[in-house]
């Protein structure tokens, strides 16, 4: 009987490691920055990670604090890019472009916009993605809900799911 448990252990542990994987391929990722600065900036970013590592993505370095701008990156021999790839080694790099969130009327309500630039380790654009997302809630009195804070994070859903998109490829 302990020779049958025995097997039924193997044959199960076997058909565990031969699973196929996930049609993600985990991945070194470095953000560089996101321009914006306003509340919604940080729901993108935190919707945009957080759809990546749901997601099997792999490990993303947030170095936005480092203050490297994905345009040094572009020059990969320039010191300032190889100091900052030394210190955050990756397999590409991040940077996040959000304009503030706009008005778009009585029937789309806040709109919310973001281009993600993806490089390569040796600074070439290897995706520009661009998305946007409304949400026309609105604001109510005595309601907690806000309208750009939702459209930003939908609006990184979208984002991190074309970035998956390219990255299986």
């Not at 020059?75 to 210190?87: G, H, K, Q, Y």
Request: proline share 6%; glycine share 10%; hydrophobic share 40%.
């Amino acid at each position: 009987m302990r020779v049958l448990l025995a097997v039924v252990h193997v044959l199960a542990l076997a058909a565990c490691a031969s699973a196929p994987s996930s049609g993600t391929r985990p991945r070194a990722l470095v953000l560089v920055e996101a321009s914006g600065g306003s509340p919604e900036t940080e729901a993108f970013v935190g919707r945009f990670l957080s759809v990546l590592s749901d997601r099997g993505a792999g490990n993303v370095a947030d170095a936005r604090l480092a203050g490297a701008k994905l345009e040094t990156l572009r020059d990969p021999s320039s010191p300032e890019a190889v100091r900052f790839r030394s210190a955050y080694p990756g397999d590409g790099y991040l940077g996040f472009d959000l304009p503030p969130c706009t008005f778009a009327g009585r029937a789309a309500g806040i709109k919310c916009a973001a281009t993600v630039t993806l490089l390569s380790p040796d600074g070439k654009e290897l995706a520009k993605l661009e998305t946007s997302a409304s949400n026309s809630t609105g604001y109510s009195s005595g309601s907690d809900a806000n309208p750009e804070g939702e459209a930003s994070r939908a609006a990184a859903e979208k984002a991190a799911k074309k970035l998956l998109a390219v990255l299986t490829r």
